[in-house]
């Protein structure tokens, strides 16, 4: 139940030529932690978090996700493994508008082919631990941005992932809400069992992680155990 | 259809909208076909009617198609007809336009000769000389009931039964005997029995081809002898036109509304497939969606269309049946899931990196 990277290269075309966006990475994420991944704009993170979700395939180097290697995967592979092992939680909330908060979370047992109204007690409580008790019916236009936040958070544990990708999450909220929102993450993250790489430019978020990490033009530049920032 | 219930129900101004638009293209579309069943009916029926297969028209000349007002068929045809091996019946046919009188009454009307006791006539055991049929719509026309006297062409003639609605060309029908039928195309004495064409029932063994080249005649099936009908082919054609842009219509502003629906998710789509879906379930969940909508749209339109087809039918010539109601709304379902189909495979297209880093 971990995510482990290596030796991971990443190139897109770029006029002629070619640019790299991971260069040689290697990242071991161990179930039950959080990775914090930091490093300027341009540096690789979202093309790692890319990888690492599987919504691209790296041109060398290896993806394994809990246990699964993969490599050559067809599309449909990948997608069901998205599906069933990883959880992503968007830098924006990114929920439909037709759907209330329940349903939110209801619509990936209904993506697995399950019956979402079986799913819907799971919703329920996903969205109880992420302290929305009493607003399951309400759409998003119907909640704050820091409650759309958590429901996004909720939505990535629903298939219970062995991997939960986190892509600043708090980068819409204020300092208040943005560090609930951070120990919500760390708590439901040791609670599941699920290895997390989080994506931030908050430092203040460090001293919460179980690691961070750095990337700098593509290559990790350091692996740093939490509370050293 | 988890997401596309939801959407049909949050969206439902813009669903509403275009369900209004596929509502209305059905009412027409409807309308139209029960129209061009009802002309169709009202210019043919005598012919489609008819207890026979094939008709044998004189052979038109180099250039020219068969036509009834041209054909004239002499008695050594059709009694050669039936001599062909494989032809069971060969009964002569005339068709006349003429004038009907009553004492109150004046109508147009197209004369079908017989022999008498023909099986072609409805009632044709009461087609003999001086003792004519009349369609219903005839003796509506001619406000006359059996045991009445019409006049034709300055012939009295007995009416002997009022059967069937047989029209030709948008006239009501009247058998008469192949008799009395001379005396309306023809001077008095002059020359032998002539008719119109040749009605035939035949089996599979029959040489038709042969036969026309040995008699000097062109046979074609029953259905397609409504070709040479002067008028049918064009009115047929032009209500048939309008109701191909109808439905060519339909698919087309079906097919732009899910375009632009579809563009308008792509955010959507592009969160589902990051979360997992696969393309199967996006194209099965818009095309249920469509689905949905044409069906709810076809349905409420063919009510309507059916409720003002049955207050029209008095007035025009309307046709309600499975073929005017059930089969335009098919089509219409069909070539809007068609319309729908095609516009909604750009969900393949749709890339689920988009969804990193969107703001929605």
């Known amino acids: 139940m971990s995510l482990h990277l290596t030796d991971v290269t990443l190139t897109y075309p770029d006029g002629g030529a070619r640019l790299t966006a991971l260069d040689g990475v290697d990242l071991d994420v161990p179930a039950g932690t959080i990775t914090a991944l930091v490093g300027p704009s341009g540096s690789g993170k979202s093309s790692l978090l890319a990888v690492a979700a599987t919504l691209i395939s790296p041109d060398s180097g290896s993806v394994v996700i809990a246990g699964t290697d993969t490599t050559g995967m067809s599309r449909h592979r990948l997608t069901e493994l998205r599906r069933t092992r990883i959880g992503m939680v968007f830098q924006q909330p990114n929920l439909l508008p037709s759907l209330t908060a329940a349903e939110q979370l209801q619509v990936i047992a209904s993506l697995d082919g399950r019956s979402p109204r079986t799913a819907r007690g799971r919703a329920l409580e996903l969205l109880a631990a992420v302290g929305l008790t009493g607003q399951a019916d309400r759409r998003p236009h119907q909640l704050s941005g820091g409650q759309r936040q958590r429901i996004n958070i909720a939505r990535a544990l629903m298939n219970e992932p062995a991997v939960l990708l986190v892509d600043e999450p708090t980068s819409a909220l204020d300092q208040e809400r943005g560090a609930a929102i951070l120990d919500l993450l760390t708590t439901l993250t040791h609670r599941q069992g699920a290895a997390t790489v989080l994506v931030t430019h908050d430092r203040s978020h460090l001293t919460a992680v179980d690691q961070v990490v750095e990337i700098q033009d593509g290559r990790l530049r350091s692996s740093v155990p939490a509370g050293r920032h | ?360």
């Open chain 2, 1 to 360: 259809m988890f997401v596309a219930w939801r959407d049909l129900r949050f969206a439902k101004g813009r669903f509403v909208l275009m369900g209004a638009v596929v509502v209305l293209i059905t009412v027409l579309v409807g309308l139209v076909s029960g129209l061009t069943a009802g002309l169709a009916r009202a210019n043919t029926s005598a012919i489609t009617d008819l207890p026979a297969d094939h008709l044998a028209f004189t052979a038109p000349i180099d250039g020219e198609g068969i036509s009834f007002p041209v054909s004239d068929v002499d008695a050594g045809t059709w009694t050669a007809w039936a001599q062909v091996p494989g032809v069971i019946t060969a009964e002569p046919l005339g068709i006349v336009p003429t004038r009907a009188q009553t004492s109150e009454r004046t109508a147009g009307v197209a004369a079908f000769g017989v022999q008498p006791g023909s099986r072609l006539a409805p009632s044709g055991g009461q087609v003999r000389n001086g003792a004519v049929v009349l369609s219903t719509t005839a003796a509506d026309a001619l406000d006359a009931r059996a045991g009445d006297t019409v006049t034709l062409a300055g012939q009295d003639l007995r009416v002997a039964d009022v059967a069937g609605d047989a029209s030709y060309s948008h006239m009501p029908v009247i058998w008469t005997s192949l008799d009395d039928f001379q005396q309306l195309t023809r001077e008095p004495g002059e020359g032998a029995a002539r008719a119109t064409v040749v009605a035939l029932t035949t089996t599979a063994a029959a040489d038709l081809a042969a036969a026309d080249a040995a008699l000097g005649t062109t046979t074609v099936s029953r259905d397609d002898a409504l070709s040479a009908i002067g008028s049918f082919t064009s009115e047929n054609g032009s209500l048939q036109v309008m109701r191909g842009f109808l439905f060519a219509i339909s698919a087309l502003v079906i097919g732009a509304f899910f375009t632009v629906w579809t563009i308008q998710r792509s955010g959507d789509i592009a969160v589902l497939k990051a979360l997992g879906a696969s393309t199967g379930y996006l194209l099965r969940d818009a095309l249920g969606q469509a689905v949905v909508l044409l069906v709810l749209g076809t349905v409420v339109g063919t009510a309507i269309a059916v409720t003002a087809g049955a207050a029209l039918g008095g007035a025009v010539p309307f046709v309600l049946d499975l073929g005017t109601v059930a089969g335009p709304a098919l089509v219409m379902i069909a070539l809007g899931v068609a319309g729908a189909a095609l516009s909604i495979r750009r969900i393949t297209s749709v890339d689920p990196l988009t969804a990193l880093g969107s703001a929605r």
